[in-house]
Nanobody, 129 residues
Framework: QVQLVASKGGSVQAGGSLSLSCTISGFIYNSDCMAWFRQVPGKEREGVASIIMGNSSAYYADSVKGRFAISRDSAKTTLYLQMNSLKPEDAAMYYC??????????????????????WGQGAQVTVSS
């Protein structure tokens, strides 16, 4: 069984940076895909960035490309999201998730929420203009 615990979010001014982490308890397979999603009230959860845990291949939503970076530590016990040049529209509740169903590494670029069956608790990110 895997448990995911996200760090607390934070508040930052537009243009600033913020880093999130997600502590992973349990074994992680090289084929596992992990991701960060975000959600604002009244909207569906949106995929932000994903990573194949074995080779660290990373994928990003167009809205965050060039500004956000997803990574994991070498022991595969922590997932990170570095967020730079934050915009007010980046404000949301951020969630880390794990997809380990068969074929997860091939689905990883798609950032589709239904594939992810393990979730951490949310981390609120506020960006003021």
């Amino acid at each position: 069984q895997v448990q995911l615990v996200a760090s607390k979010g934070g508040s930052v001014q537009a243009g600033g940076s913020l880093s999130l982490s997600c502590t992973i308890s349990g074994f992680i397979y090289n084929s596992d895909c992990m991701a960060w999603f975000r959600q604002v009230p009244g909207k569906e959860r949106e995929g932000v960035a994903s990573i194949i845990m074995g080779n660290s291949s990373a994928y990003y939503a167009d809205s965050v490309k060039g500004r956000f970076a997803i990574s994991r530590d070498s022991a595969k016990t922590t997932l990170y999201l570095q967020m730079n040049s934050l915009k007010p529209e980046d404000a949301a509740m951020y969630y880390c998730g794990l997809d380990r169903k068969l074929g997860s590494q091939h689905r990883c670029p798609a950032l589709r929420e239904p594939n992810f069956t393990y979730w951490g608790q949310g981390a609120q990110v506020t960006v003021s203009s």
